[in-house]
């Protein structure tokens, strides 16, 4: 794909050029693609006079950076303890189900990221579902339906 790479140098200058930074980086640039493309990888290893290997080995190093696009909206599903006894498994099911996805995939139209976690610590709410930041305590089959309606997905 191509990168914006005026964004990019304008990133990169940011941190001074200080390959220490060479995370930050990423992460600035996962914030405008909601993912770091290859090619930015390349890009900033370019202008840090560094290997590309080195880059990449950081990006893959680091589970908050994604390598793969992501959906406009994340969705985590609490498998932690108390939440899997009250049923997360089924709230995950549902989700792959409605979503036509499996755990850690995008769905096609770039709406959803799916994705399950142990224990967001608000175990009072299990099962618990969190969409960018936003809570969903007590969920059911029938609430993830609604939940996916309300961020625009019908199907
Ligand atoms: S186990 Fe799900 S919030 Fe703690």
Redesign the pocket.
Known sequence: MEVDTAAINTIVDKYDKDKSYLLAMFQDVQRQYRYLPKEAIQHICDRLRIPFSKGYEVATFYSSISLTPRGKHTVHV?L?????LRG?PNILDTFERELKIKRGDTTENGLFTLESVN?????A????VRIDGHDYGKTTPGSVKKIIKEYGETT
């Open positions: 609490c932690g303890t108390a939440c899997h997360g224990c967001l610590g608000a175990c709410l299990a099962p618990l």
